[in-house]
T-cell receptor, first 115, second 112 residues
């Protein structure tokens, strides 16, 4: 039972490069989320999806794009990386019944450094 | 706006001592509240949750939390801390629209 799997686990980018972070869940969860974690700031929501083919902006969406072409996958893209995007990125999911009752299941994170 | 405040950035306790981590929320309706733990280099693991009923909830690893509506608080407690409890702890509230809002976290250090 894999749960939520994030790839890659670590990555170093140069300023201006692009990359895609992959999140895959095998729990048939309806909702998926991307958060970033920075020291002293907790987790901040970047984008989220309420179902296959849907995406929505969160609290800090600038500089990121997302896609959810398949229910089990949620991709986070950085088109032109900036040092301010150095962070740890977490993917999370929750079933149709909602985060209120179940909370989230988290992936193990992707540590991204932009130099 | 809805928010979660964890007043303590760092807390250090001796092994075997009791622990209380504070969490205050700002939310108009009945809140759905959560505590998560993050060990170094790991993702977040759910410790416990509250959404109705008994205001004292039990979680995994010997943790409990008490919901106090009058104080807008949901403090996490453990009677006797073990060295393996050293981690970062996050309080969260669930909003309409199935999103969680997290506090800034409290880093727990355990000294032997």
């Amino acid at each position: 039972n894999a749960g939520v799997t994030q790839t890659p686990k670590f990555r170093v980018l140069k300023t201006g490069q692009s990359m895609t972070l992959l999140c895959a869940q095998d729990m048939n969860h309806e909702y998926m989320y991307w958060y970033r974690q920075d020291p002293g700031m907790g987790l901040r929501l970047i984008h989220y999806s309420v179902g296959e083919g849907t995406t929505a902006k969160g609290e800090v969406p600038d500089g990121y794009n997302v896609s959810r072409l398949k229910k089990q996958n949620f991709l986070l893209g950085l088109e032109s990386a900036a040092p301010s995007q150095t962070s740890v990125y977490f993917c999370a999911s929750t079933p149709r019944e909602g985060a209120s009752h179940y909370g989230y299941t988290f992936g193990s994170g992707t540590r991204l450094t932009v130099v | 706006a809805q928010s979660v405040t964890q007043p303590d950035i760092h807390i250090t306790v001796s092994e075997g001592a009791s622990l209380e981590l504070r969490c205050n929320y700002s939310y108009g309706a009945t809140p759905y509240l959560f505590w998560y733990v993050q060990s170094p280099g790991q993702g977040l693991q759910l410790l416990l949750k509250y959404f109705s009923g008994d205001t004292l909830v039990q979680g995994i690893k010997g943790f409990e939390a008490e919901f106090k509506r009058s104080q807008s608080s949901f403090n996490l407690r453990k009677p006797s801390v073990h060295w393996s409890d050293a981690a970062e702890y996050f309080c969260a509230v669930a909003l309409y629209g199935n999103k969680l809002v997290f506090g800034a976290g409290t880093i727990l250090r355990v000294k032997s």
